[in-house]
T-cell receptor
Framework: DTEVTQTPKHLVMGMTNKKSLKCEQH?????MYWYKQKAKKPPELMFV???????INESVPSRFSPECPNSSLLNLHLHALQPEDSALYLC???????????????FGNGTRLTVT | DAKTTQPPSMDCAEGRAANLPCNHS???????VYWYRQIHSQGPQYIIH???NNETNEMASLIITEDRKSSTLILPHATLRDTAVYYC????????????FGSGTKLNVKP
C-alpha cells in the first residue's frame, strides 16, 4: 500500500476521447508531481506543482493538461492522445519547507494508460 | 544537475550482500544522493538518501566516497523480493522540485 492513491489503475481510451487521471495524498505535502514511464525506461518528469501552482512543465504537449484543485489532489486531463502516449503515469508528492526540502518523494502505483 | 551512471544489470545470490554502485562524478556540494527501487508494475519506492556521510536504515546502507563522486547502496542480506530496478538520483537542494531518474540497475537476486 502507498500513501499516494492513483485512480484508475488501468485506462483504455481512444484518440478522440477525453479522460482524467486522479491522484490524492493526505500527508500534508505541498509539492506534487506527474511522471510518465514507458516500458523498460526510467520515469520521466512531466509536471511539478508547488503550493497548488505549476512550477515545472518539462515541455509536455498541450494534450496533457495538469490541474491541482487543492493541496491534496492532482489531476491530469487527457485529450486527443496518440498511441505513443501509452505508458504508466505516476504521481508523487513531497514536503517543501524547512527540513523537508530534502525529503523524499512518495510515489503512487500509477495508472496504466493504453491509447487505441 | 549532476548525472548518474549505473551498470544496467547485476546478479546477487540470495542471502548475500548486494552492492550497487553509482557514479556521480559531477556532483556539487549542495546535491543529495537518493536511492529508489521499482518492482515490476509498482511505483518507485524510496530506500535511502545522503549528502556526504554514510547512512543506514532498516532497508539498506549508503556509502558515499569522501570526494562524493560515487556511492554504493548495500542490501545486507538480499532476498528474492529485492529483485527490482534500483535508481540512483542526484537532487539539487535549492531546486528540490527537480527530481530526475537515471537509467537504473536491474538487480536479479537468484536462489
Amino acid at each position: 500500500d502507498t500513501e499516494v492513491t492513483q485512480t484508475p489503475k488501468h485506462l483504455v481510451m481512444g484518440m478522440t476521447n477525453k479522460k482524467s487521471l486522479k491522484c490524492e495524498q493526505h500527508m500534508g505535502h505541498r509539492a506534487m508531481y506527474w511522471y510518465k514511464q514507458k516500458a523498460k525506461k526510467p520515469p520521466e518528469l512531466m509536471f511539478v506543482y508547488s503550493y497548488e501552482k505549476l512550477s515545472i512543465n518539462e515541455s509536455v504537449p498541450s494534450r496533457f493538461s495538469p490541474e491541482c484543485p487543492n493541496s491534496s489532489l492532482l489531476n491530469l486531463h487527457l485529450h486527443a492522445l496518440q498511441p505513443e502516449d501509452s505508458a504508466l503515469y505516476l504521481c508523487a508528492s513531497s514536503q517543501t519547507t524547512g527540513t523537508g526540502l530534502n525529503s523524499p518523494l512518495h510515489f503512487g502505483n500509477g495508472t496504466r494508460l493504453t491509447v487505441t | 544537475d549532476a548525472k548518474t551512471t549505473q551498470p544496467p544489470s547485476m546478479d546477487c545470490a540470495e542471502g548475500r550482500a548486494a552492492n550497487l554502485p553509482c557514479n556521480h562524478s559531477t556532483i556539487s556540494g549542495n546535491e543529495y544522493v537518493y536511492w529508489y527501487r521499482q518492482i515490476h508494475s509498482q511505483g518507485p519506492q524510496y530506500i535511502i538518501h545522503g549528502l556526504k556521510n554514510n547512512e543506514t536504515n532498516e532497508m539498506a546502507s549508503l556509502i558515499i566516497t569522501e570526494d562524493r563522486k560515487s556511492s554504493t547502496l548495500i542490501l545486507p542480506h538480499a532476498t528474492l523480493r529485492d529483485t527490482a530496478v534500483y535508481y540512483c538520483i542526484v537532487r539539487v537542494l535549492y531546486n528540490f522540485n527537480k527530481f530526475y531518474f537515471g537509467s537504473g540497475t536491474k538487480l536479479n537476486v537468484k536462489p
